[in-house]
């Protein structure tokens, strides 16, 4: 079993930033591939960012360049800086952790981007 942790979402103006974090009950070196989600009301959940072990990323397209995803393993933790954000940006945003064959997800955190 693992448990994820989010937090850091919260309330910004259109522009500025967040960080989340997401701490796991494990060790997420043994976690090949973490990443964040994010859901909308009345949309389906969609992946916004992926890093694997070895610190290869992937994103969504509305986020790249404008989102940073990383992983730190001595801490298990894996972060989403969020730059620039706007406001189709809102969502409840949900650490996703991908072991053992199995989907663990996090509680959520909301963000709320304001125009």
């Known amino acids: 079993q693992v448990q994820l942790v989010e937090s850091g979402g919260g309330l910004v103006q259109t522009g500025g930033s967040l960080r989340l974090s997401c701490v796991a009950s494990?060790?997420?070196?043994?976690?090949?591939?973490m990443g964040w989600y994010r859901q909308a009301p009345g949309v389906q959940r969609e992946l916004v960012a992926r890093v694997l072990r070895g610190g290869s990323t992937n994103y969504a397209d509305s986020v790249k360049g404008r989102f940073g995803i990383s992983r730190d393993n001595a801490e298990n933790t894996v972060y989403l800086q969020m730059n620039y954000l706007k406001p189709e940006d809102t969502g409840v945003y949900y650490c996703?952790?991908?072991?053992?064959?199995?989907?663990?997800w996090g509680q959520g955190t909301q963000v709320t981007v304001s125009s």
């Open positions: 996703n952790a991908r072991f053992m064959g199995n989907d663990y």
């Open positions: 494990v060790n997420i070196f043994m976690i090949n591939d």
